[in-house]
């Protein structure tokens, strides 16, 4: 069975940046996408971007371009986000997921518990 | 991008009874649209995917219809571990943007 697993909690500064990995363990790596979503307290959901390691893509939500950054290490199966030029609206829990293709729809069936990032000065 | 709307925002329901949320996309997505559930303190569950075909695991008394810009979720029989909230999804074109949510609450 398949897990995505997150690292732990940031508290940051306004104004740094943040790095939060995606381990999956159980199974294959390269053969999905790896998107990002975040869930500011008491909001929806909020896609950020994906990566698809086996061809190498990346695409970014507009509203991020700029600032975020996805990347893949395929030899430990981790996923990355790094957010840069943090303010308070980036308070948030970030998860990863794991993007399945079935035809040209893709969902996500898998998901990291979330890592709570907390901006305050 | 392509805004999806969810309706209601919320809703109160009791259990046994049938519930239908609905979501429309700003522009025709095929049937690239996914259903999610998320409960209080905990990572969003995949339900539906592909508008009508449900996840492995997931009780038959979910179901999704729909096709271009109007999409629904149904609920036949609501059951007391259903109150959630729900989020629709569109896959159609980056980025994947999620409707606003509805909760159902007791």
């Known amino acids: 069975q398949v897990q995505l697993v997150q690292s732990g909690a940031e508290v940051k500064k306004p104004g740094s940046s943040v790095k939060v990995s995606c381990k999956a363990s159980?199974?294959?790596?390269?053969?999905?996408?790896m998107t990002w979503v975040r869930q500011a307290p008491g909001q929806g959901l909020e896609w950020m971007g994906r990566?698809?390691?086996?061809?190498?893509?990346?695409n970014y939500a507009q509203n991020f371009q700029g600032r975020v950054s996805i990347t893949a290490d395929k030899s430990t199966t981790t996923a990355y986000m790094g957010l840069s030029s943090l303010r308070s609206e980036d308070t948030a829990v970030y998860y990863c997921?794991?993007?399945?293709?079935?035809?040209?729809?893709?969902?996500?069936?898998?998901w990291g518990r979330g890592t709570l990032v907390t901006v305050s000065s | 991008d392509i805004q999806m709307t969810q309706s209601p925002s919320s809703l109160s329901a009791s259990v046994g009874d049938r519930v239908t949320i609905t979501c429309r996309a700003s522009?025709?997505?095929?049937?690239?649209l996914n259903w999610y559930q998320q409960k209080p303190g905990e990572a969003p569950k995949l339900l539906i995917y592909?508008?009508?075909s449900l996840q492995s695991g997931v009780p038959s008394r979910f179901s999704g219809s729909g096709s271009g810009t109007d999409f629904t979720l149904t609920i036949s029989s609501l059951q007391p571990e259903d109150f959630a909230a729900y989020y629709c999804?569109?896959?159609?074109?980056?980025?994947?943007?999620f409707g606003q949510g509805t909760k159902v609450e007791i």
């Open positions: 997921a794991r993007g399945v293709r079935d035809g040209y729809n893709r969902y996500y069936d898998i």
């Open positions: 159980g199974g294959t790596f390269s053969s999905y996408s």
């Open positions: 990566i698809i390691p086996f061809l190498g893509i990346t």
């Open positions: 522009q025709s997505i095929s049937n690239y």
């Open positions: 592909a508008t009508s």
């Open positions: 999804q569109q896959s159609y074109i980056t980025p994947h943007t």
